[in-house]
């Protein structure tokens, strides 16, 4: 038999259904909920662009499931190189199984059937997969075409990118979640000078936690441009 290798993995702690600003993707969410749960569809596939979220709702899942003590495993594909394929050995027996970047195994033909085998075994069993990519399955080029087939199975969502209003309430919510306050202005001032991405507007949320929390000060528009001055300096 081959060897399994472990199915630990790390929660994110601050990557919870909580933590995350739906915007216009509440309906997603609720299918995601409802997947883990066991009242919606056994297979979902979820896609978008770079820095939307995809990460974070897969984790949320996984910590979902754990909350209402339904065994579960995530991992990301989009590393420097991707693991042997028997990492999946086992894993159909895990209720709840989610991959990030699922894109990233088209083309290797090891992958691709080990994929297509345990897709099948887990399948049997009645468990949920949840799979993330930056395009939909049917744009994916996976070349054994009976995998290709089963990504396209189940619901397909798509995460809607948020608007500028929505990059501004969600770094009030974020900042919220911190234990600070931002105003709108300041949420204007940092979606036009410094980052527009959400990623790049976490990371600078923390570090202005950071800086606000050194000097007791309040985040206004004054300390923000001296923080951010001696950032870029």
Known sequence: MAEQLPL?????ANQTFNDFYPGPNQEIISHLQQSVIGSGEQQL?????????KSHLLQACCQLAQQQDISSFYFDLSTPKLPAPAMLNGLEEIELVCFDNIETIAGNQAWELAFFNFFNRHRERDHKL???????????????????????????????PLSDDDKIAA??????????????????FLLTHYARDLHGLWVLLEKLDRASLAAKRKLTLPFLRQVLSETTN
Do not use: H
Request: glycine share 10%.
């Open 8 to 12: 630990d993995f790390d929660f994110r």
């Open 130 to 160: 949840i799979l993330s990519a930056d395009c939909p399955p049917q744009l994916l080029t996976i070349e054994l075409p009976d995998l290709k087939t089963r990504l396209n199975w189940g619901l397909t969502l798509k995460l809607k």
């Open 171 to 188: 770094l009030i919510f974020k900042a919220d979640q911190l234990g600070f306050e931002i105003s709108p202005k300041v949420g204007q």
């Open 45 to 53: 596939f979820l896609w978008g662009a770079t820095g939307e979220g």
